[in-house]
């Protein structure tokens, strides 16, 4: 059960495109097509944003998108606005009834 | 509304016990998957255990041996007992369920609870 691995941060101005990367193994994320996406804004409980890899969870706009190829998962954010400025984290199914996440990567927005 | 109330933590020393508890509200426990995620101070989400089904369970290598997950149907009431606890175990713990028609995606969270293990 190895953290996925994310970049520790990312950056943009506002109204760009930002592209979050989360690498996993062949035993989670390249497998299973079940990779989310969770915002967390600093004191607060993560937001769920995209769930199997590509499905806007309830509310979301869709400047946020998800993708996979392989063993990499991506969140794309277009239109960057102040608010977007977060953690963001992805994680995903291990098989047999386990999860795994990312490190987190801090999202600047300029 | 689906709602969760998380309570329990606190500080504790190495080699002590917590019981933190969850308390559901606008769905039933028993008819969900429920799992715990925790966060280190400053790190990542770390996923640490589920209940599904009728009653099977699963665990986080990390705490294998050592945390229970539980729950009360009755009173609609998820439960981690927490062993043998570590310094590595401090962490904010967050109680957590999936959305409909999900399957691996925590749409909902509670506020979290602080467990700090230290001497």
């Known amino acids: 059960q190895s953290a996925l691995t994310q970049p520790r941060s990312v950056s943009g101005s506002p109204g760009q495109s930002v592209t979050i990367s989360c690498t996993g193994t062949?035993?989670?994320?390249?497998?299973?097509?079940?990779v989310s996406w969770y915002q967390q804004h600093p004191g607060k409980a993560p937001k769920l944003m995209i769930y199997d890899v590509h499905k806007r969870a309830s509310g979301v706009p869709d400047r946020f998108s998800g993708s996979k190829s392989g063993n990499t998962a991506s969140l794309t954010i277009s239109g960057l606005q102040a608010d977007d400025e977060a953690e963001y984290f992805c994680g995903s199914y291990a098989g047999a009834y386990t999860g795994v996440f990312g490190g987190g990567t801090k999202l600047t927005v300029l | 509304e689906v709602q969760l109330v998380e309570s329990g933590g606190g500080f504790i020393q190495p080699g002590g016990s917590l019981r933190l508890s969850c308390a559901a509200s606008?769905?039933?426990?028993?008819?969900?998957?429920m799992s715990w995620v925790r966060q280190a101070p400053g790190k990542g989400l770390e996923w640490v255990s589920i209940i599904y089904n009728a009653d099977d369970r699963n665990y986080a290598d990390s705490v294998k041996g050592r945390f229970t997950i539980s729950r009360d149907n009755s009173k609609n009431t998820l439960y981690l007992q927490l062993n043998n606890l570590r310094a590595d175990d401090t962490a904010v713990y967050y109680c957590?369920?999936?959305?409909?028609?999900?399957?691996?995606?925590?749409?909902?969270w509670g506020q979290g609870t602080l467990v700090t293990v230290s001497s």
């Open positions: 957590v369920r999936g959305g409909s028609a999900m399957f691996w995606a925590f749409e909902h």
């Open positions: 062949s035993t989670d994320l390249g497998t299973y097509t079940y």
């Open positions: 606008g769905f039933t426990v028993s008819s969900n998957h």
